[in-house]
């Protein structure tokens, strides 16, 4: 028996589709995450060419709280940051400043 045919997937392509990424913000900063979280982090769709700074501002992170940045471990200095864009996949994590004795 036959299956009746399926037309081919409409809307966006993947080359155009957002990403998944992973945010994880530490310490203070995660307060400032929405429910449900897992802990400290939680997943997020994003829009195509999503940049970290577009993150910090989605959710109001205070910019003098946003002191250490990595994405998938790798620092991402400041001047980076406006122009730094989310891939799929990707773990966002954000440090406030920390203090230590």
């Not at 530490?26 to 929405?34: F, H, I, K, S, V």
């Not at 003098?64 to 864009?85: A, C, E, F, T, W």
Request: charged share 15%; proline share 10%.
């Amino acid at each position: 028996m036959a299956l009746p045919s399926t037309p081919a997937a409409t809307g966006p392509s993947s080359a155009q589709a957002g990403a998944h990424i992973t945010l994880k913000l530490m310490a203070t900063l995660t307060d400032y995450l929405p429910q449900p979280r897992q802990g400290h982090q939680v997943q997020l769709d994003i829009a195509p060419g999503t940049t970290v700074q577009d993150v910090v501002e989605r959710f109001r992170l205070p910019w003098k709280l946003v002191h250490l940045v990595l994405v998938d471990g790798v620092y991402i200095y400041p001047d980076q940051r406006d122009s730094r864009v989310l891939q799929d996949g990707e773990t966002l994590a954000i440090w406030p400043p920390v203090a230590g004795g």
